[in-house]
DNA sequence: AATGAATGAGTGTTCATTCAT
DNA sequence: TATGAATGAACACTCATTCAT
């Protein structure tokens, strides 16, 4: 006596969705294998048995995970941005200013962020995967840096070390929101200074 | 004949000595829950019982190596710098210098780094005890910064925030000194610019 | 869909109840320390780990095990036979009876015997429960034995050290019931000559 | 430069029979798997090397223990008291005040009789030579016991039967003896009327 | 001969995964 | 489909035995 095929397909979906959602979270905060699959089946609210009907092991539940994290419009955004008419500064003030928005606000992307640098701590197997993700978000940061070198705006030294420093420190204040309880968070001027030459002017 | 029991004193002191100087760049590099004691001792070049006759638990080894971690002649150091006759741009300089050295040469020093920020992870208990520690460099670091607010030489804004700023990106680095193969390092240039206010006299 | 909530809770009950019966059977046979978790579970015919949804530790185990030898419906047994209006002689041979039925029958009741003693020689910690629970046992049959020596049928001394003799040798044949293959039990005549002044009149 | 070589020799026996004595008491009071080597020798007052250079191994230890506690002029003195000229009656008198005063003296006889019982619970394989010891003891002492039995001082019964019940009575004492704190022992009047027929004479 | 630090096989305990319901 | 009880491989820890001194 199913329900029609499709609702039933639907609610798959949902439950599927629900459990990655939430596996982020716990995962981001206690690590690969600071992760009892019991624990997170209770933290989720449903069954230990139900997370294998939709997952075939931890590591797989990880890997998909770790894979949506980086599947996403994030780099479509920062492409467009790259390519807008704009001056390399006003393009760096804009990026800081939407990330550190999305940093409060959103904990999931907190999380999301978290997890790349934790491969770095226990699952150096994904390592390749994560260069390759941000290898593109790097390199619109790094095509928006030297824009900004030769606008003069932006501190001389090589593209990609700058585009990366910028990132750490995004990744870096990303832990922060997700570990502790009180912090305080760079302004957008504070990120930007890592890129900008003088502020003199403002 | 027993052995002479200073030299057995002395036997006993230099294992536990190596135990900790070699666990602490394990645990860094694996994270708590991650590292099994039979790799360990294996890496060390022990035997497992071995391990229990100098610490406790794994826990207990945690812990220890923590303590060890924090107890240190830097907070001294940092301290005699701020007390010094000299502009805190100077000072800023010449604690960028050393840092960034350090992080180059000195693979424990990472690994302690890394340490620290791995309580954060994984074994939030713990953070107490990190946060004193931190709290004094922390004050210190401030204290230099205020002076160059006073100066016009250091940006605006909480002096706390931007300590803690300056420390996170430190910490960062010596992240990716650990973890990553082939990474480029900021310079000290690119360090000061977190706190100083523009560079257009250099 | 899930099990119905009360059969789930039914089986939880019988298993844990198999568990303890069979320990029981097990401990009293090998000890505490010379008992292995994979040997008693292989013993009980479930997973080692079962062994750990049920209870917290070995050390748990035996604890309440030796609680449930302890928790019954003995005392009150013996209780009720002290206050009927019978003469001791009666009492002591009606008692002596039941008891060596007991033994020649019942091996868990051989088993929880012997487990009381087993206590004295390993884990003298408990030994405080266990003299609770006996000084009960002990108090009423000093009843009967006082009330026998008032009516010239018990041989004179210590109440408490006849009650005491008495007891010793029933849990002495409860070990060698457990441990002795062939092994000639006594009589109710041979326990109960024990207590009784003479058996001439038989 | 050694020690004349007999006076080498003399020590390595006393060595040795300390080791025993002291390993006896600890071993009857622990029992075989409660027995850590490092807490036997450091009981003893030994290292634990030097109890490797006596005994071969842990159980090797208990192996000699046990025979020497079954090799024993015990069992000559039985037999002689058998063969003396006197009542059966006077033999359990006499048998029965002199096990009672070693018992209340001798801590280390009440270690042997109590590893003997051990040996039940923990090591059945040594059994065959325990019941050959016992198998001497109960001879005897079943012959008395015969002797009484046509003298009409003695219960009737099988002798066997009678003879370990009576033994088994000292053991228990034995085991109260070295366990307990506080315990009242039983007289010889106590310990005689497990045998004899009626004390009306008296 | 004596020691106690070192070892690793063996034991208690946990946890990812399976499976009966 | 969803569950959680059951499992055993894997892990933390212990302890009889060895060995350098």
Known sequence: MPKSPERCQEIREETRKKILRDAMLYFAKNGFSGTKISDLANYIGIGQGTLY??????????????????????????????????????????????VLKKLEKDEAYA???????????????????STTYQSEIYLYTAKIIEQGQREKSVVDGSSMKLADFYW??????????????KYETITADDLERILLKDEHKK
């Open 111 to 129: 999380a999301k962020v978290t997890l790349t640098t934790q491969v770095l701590f226990e699952k150096n197997d994904y390592a390749s995967e």
């Open 53 to 98: 009907l939709y997952f075939k092991s931890k590591e797989d539940l990880f890997r998909e995970l770790f894979a949506v994290c980086n599947n996403d419009r994030e780099i479509k955004e920062l492409k467009t941005l790259s390519l807008l008419p704009l001056s390399a500064k006003s393009k760096i003030h804009r990026l800081s200013k939407t």
């Open 168 to 181: 750490s420190v995004v990744y870096l204040y990303a832990l922060k929101k997700l570990f502790t309880t």
